[in-house]
């Protein structure tokens, strides 16, 4: 990654006589936990974790605790949850800490330039991509439905721009071509946590220096809502394929069929069909076909609205889709 240092991907502090440093973790999602993980079980000290707010979610509306704050308390370790990180009672939280650094991964709020400047080391982000592309929230999304084969993870030292600070070290991650953003995020919250300990090992050491990101190669990966799931059938066939991946499981990749949503799970490209329009059905022998702008997908998995999840097949033997008929707007 132009001059950026590359650092081992191996958990090394904690040796006798070697230097550790007293952290404050900050994540929130699971992807996050295998660094928090990680980090117990390194020589640093895990003083406290920093994670977002507990919150509402599923079909029951029930309170529920964030991925890294139930890894923290079964850790018995201490919980900040601040509804801001500029909250004046949180900063006075950081500084009577007295950590030396903040590891951060996938924490989900804006730090304040306050924040930053009070441990010694700053805060140390792992970033899921190389850097400087992809820069933003869903960097594996937009690897994947670009349609780039390499992609990895990068440590750099946070600054108020969006993901522009001097980076520490960066490991590479090969994107299969059945790879879906789930797969992807899996693969690099593990190595990315091993990146991240590493990283923690050299600033200890006084070994590791950040540098600065090059100038060249910048892209931007803003977050996907469900709206920027909706299939579009006048893509290309390989094209639909990977932002399908790129959306699942989340936001979820979706159609319409006869007026209601029609959820899909990752489709495979059948380039050599090109009699079907672009969004035309064929459920036949060669299982459920879309057409695109060029060629043909698979269906794999389809949810109906208000359904379960099942195989196109099955969908298909109960709706029996018309000739000609057509999902989509």
């Known amino acids: 990654m132009g001059r950026c240092r590359r650092v081992p991907a191996q958990p090394a502090a904690g040796r006798e006589g070697e230097p550790a440093l007293r952290l404050l973790f900050a994540g929130t999602p ?80 804006l730090v304040p330039p306050a924040a930053l400047g009070v ?40 600054e108020a721009g969006l993901d522009t600070g001097p980076v520490y070290g960066t490991v590479t991650e090969p994107i299969g071509p059945r790879d879906t953003a789930g797969d992807l995020l899996g693969r690099l919250a593990i190595s990315g946590a091993l990146l991240l300990v590493a990283t923690l090992d050299g600033i200890a050491a006084g070994t590791l220096v950040a540098e600065p990101q090059p100038a060249e190669g ?53 380039a050599e069909r090109s009699d079907l329009a672009a969004g035309e059905l064929s459920a036949g022998p060669d299982g459920v076909l879309v057409g695109t702008g060029r060629g043909a997908v698979r269906l794999g998995d389809v949810q109906p609205a208000g359904k379960r999840m099942l195989p196109a097949a099955d969908w298909a033997r109960g709706a029996r889709p018309a000739p000609g008929e057509r999902v989509g707007p």
């Open 30 to 109: 699971a992807p996050a936990v295998p660094s928090l993980e990680a980090l117990l079980a390194s020589g640093h000290e895990v003083a406290a974790v920093l994670t977002r707010p507990d919150a509402r979610s599923g079909r029951g509306r029930r309170v529920s605790r964030s991925p890294v704050a139930e890894t923290a308390d079964a850790a018995g370790l201490p919980v900040l949850q601040p509804r801001s990180p500029r909250e004046p009672e949180f900063l006075e939280q950081l500084a009577g800490l007295a950590v030396d650094c903040v590891p951060v991964v996938a924490y989900g709020a």
């Open 119 to 158: 441990p010694e080391h700053g805060w140390v982000n792992l970033h899921f991509s190389l850097l400087p592309a992809w820069r933003g929230a869903a960097p594996v999304q937009h690897a994947i439905m670009a349609g780039d084969e390499i992609t990895g993870a990068s440590t750099f030292r946070l």
């Open 218 to 270: 910048i892209s931007l990966a803003p977050k996907l809502e469900a709206a920027d799931a909706q299939v579009d059938w006048s893509l290309p066939a390989h094209v639909v394929d990977r932002r399908v991946r790129g959306v699942t499981p989340v936001p979820g990749a979706w159609t319409t069929w006869r007026g209601d949503r029609l959820r899909l799970g990752p489709v495979v490209p059948v």
